[in-house]
């Protein structure tokens, strides 16, 4: 009789301890996804900062490139347009002296 006593006192002891254990294991669990979620709203802010700061880099970046470009295209059009002035004069002054030539040959 005593050996039934002690075995199913061996038996509930082992059952409450793995009921323990169990609560133990959720509390655990939960305390891990606690962390995890803490941490992955710190990683999005984190992130989200850096793409702020990235976007603003490059839209500054982008901004001085446009400028560069447009000065570029600026100086480049004054360069073509004042070319375009020096031929425009060689051929009225050439047109003039052939028209010249031309009337003094008639003559």
Request: aromatic share 0%; no cysteine.
């Amino acid at each position: 009789m005593r050996l039934i006593i002690a075995r199913a006192l061996a038996v509930a002891l082992l059952v409450s301890s793995g009921l323990l254990y169990a609560q133990d294991a959720a509390t655990d669990t939960k305390d891990a996804a606690k962390d995890t979620g803490h941490a992955t709203k710190v990683a999005a802010k984190d992130t989200a900062h850096g793409t702020k700061v990235a976007a603003k880099d490059t839209a500054k970046a982008t901004d001085k490139a446009a400028d560069k470009t447009a000065k570029g295209t600026d100086d480049v059009a004054h360069d073509t347009a004042h070319g375009v002035k020096k031929a425009g004069k060689a051929v009225g002054h050439g047109v003039k002296k052939g028209a010249t030539a031309t009337a003094d040959a008639v003559k």
